[in-house]
Every structure is written in structure tokens, then in C-alpha cells.
């Protein structure tokens, strides 16, 4: 059974590009949630949508991150542009509607760095 | 105060010890809290979830204390596959959302 999918695993960009970050959660998941994850700040909620619907987008830093979900097995997270403080490990986390809260299933996670 | 806080650590552990780790929060009306386990550049996993008094699982032993707000992680007869971080994580309440402490890193040696 596959699990949470994200490409890339790893990105390097200069300050400035546009970074885009993919994700595809496990199928039947009604949930789907980004996080970054950064040394200082630990792990972070960025936003988060339900049957492909943002919920909640208090997360997101700046108007240079949006991000999208067309359907139920794909998301987007985009950076433009891109700065060096946005450096982190991105993750994408899926939840089935009739688990619990905790149970959140997080995909390999995104490095990426900006010179 | 940080709505979840943790030590961040590293506990530096023999193999076969009895470690403890506690997590202080400052909503109390969060019903439940849960444990997260992370390896060194990999994704959090759910370790353990904790409501009302505790919960125990083979070597792990979580507890919630109301009255002092902290949950507590014990692993006892610690192994070298135990080194990892792990992250406290409570719910906010009346959301789907759930906030994670910056975590705890054991390292268990030889």
C-alpha cells in the first residue's frame, strides 16, 4: 500500500525561482496537510484543506506561498520567489476522515535550499 | 509560554536503561496528546496516543497529567534502534490541527 508520495525529495534553487513542491496523499485520505520543518522553529502547519477545500491557511508565512489541490490525489506548495530563509524540509501529511486526530501520516518530506 | 514544550535534550542513554521524557503544555482543554517518533532525516511517525490517564505498549509507557499539564514518555529497557527524536504533539482544540513540540533527541549507546 503506498504511502504519502513527494517530489522532490531534494531541490536546490537560487533566491529568486520559483520552487514547486508536489505531493500525493494515500488514497481514500479526505485530509491533507503541509508542514515545514526548520532547526529553530521545529515543525510547523502551513495549511491544510479537507475534500480538496483550504481549511485553514494561518500557517502560511508569506504571500509568497500558495498552494493549491485540485483533486483528492494531488497537491501543490508553491514558493515565488524563493528566499534562502525558506530553507527547510517540507513535508506533506495525509488523515482519513474517520481516524482520530493523531493519526496523520506524513510523506519522505521535500529538502529544499535556497543559495 | 510555547503551547507544547519539550526538553530538547540530546538524553544520551546506555543500552537497557530506563529513559523518561516529559512535555508540558498550556491548553487544558485538550483532551488528548499524542507521541511522534522521528529518525534522523525522515518523516514523523505516531509512536503513541495518550488520553485520559495513559497508555502502555510493550516497553513504552505514556501519561497525561491534568493537573500539571505535562505528558510523560517512558521507554524502558532501551535499545539502540530507540535513537531518534520524538516529538510531543497535542491537538488544538476544536480544529483539526495539531501542534508538535520541536522534540526530544535520545541517543542510545552500546
Known amino acids: 500500500d503506498a504511502g504519502v508520495i513527494q517530489s522532490p525529495r531534494h531541490e536546490v534553487t537560487e533566491m529568486g525561482q520559483e520552487v514547486t513542491l508536489r505531493c500525493k496523499p494515500i488514497s481514500g485520505h479526505d485530509y491533507l496537510f503541509w508542514y515545514r520543518q526548520t532547526m529553530m522553529r521545529g515543525l510547523e502547519l502551513l495549511i491544510y484543506f479537507n475534500n480538496n477545500v483550504p481549511i485553514d491557511d494561518s500557517g502560511m508565512p508569506e504571500d509568497r506561498f500558495s498552494a493549491k489541490m485540485p483533486n483528492a490525489s494531488f497537491s501543490t506548495l508553491k514558493i515565488q520567489p524563493s528566499e534562502p530563509r525558506d530553507s527547510a524540509v517540507y513535508f506533506c501529511?495525509?488523515?482519513?476522515?474517520?481516524?482520530?486526530?493523531?493519526?496523520?501520516?506524513f510523506g519522505p518530506g521535500t529538502r529544499l535550499t535556497v543559495l | 509560554r510555547k503551547e507544547v514544550e519539550q526538553d530538547p535534550g540530546p538524553f544520551n542513554v546506555p543500552e537497557g536503561a530506563t529513559v523518561a521524557f516529559n512535555c508540558t503544555y498550556s491548553n487544558s482543554a485538550s483532551q488528548s496528546f499524542f507521541w511522534y517518533r522521528q529518525d534522523c532525516r525522515k518523516e514523523p511517525k505516531l509512536l503513541m496516543s495518550v488520553y485520559s490517564s495513559g497508555n502502555e505498549d510493550g516497553r513504552f509507557t505514556a501519561q497525561l497529567n491534568r493537573a500539571s499539564q505535562y505528558i510523560s514518555l517512558l521507554i524502558r529497557d532501551s535499545k539502540l534502534s530507540d535513537s531518534a527524536t520524538y516529538l510531543c504533539v497535542g491537538p488544538i482544540y476544536n480544529t483539526d490541527k495539531l501542534i508538535f513540540g520541536t522534540g526530544t533527541r535520545l541517543q542510545v549507546f552500546p
Open positions: 501529511a495525509s488523515r482519513p476522515r474517520d481516524r482520530p486526530s493523531d493519526t496523520q501520516y
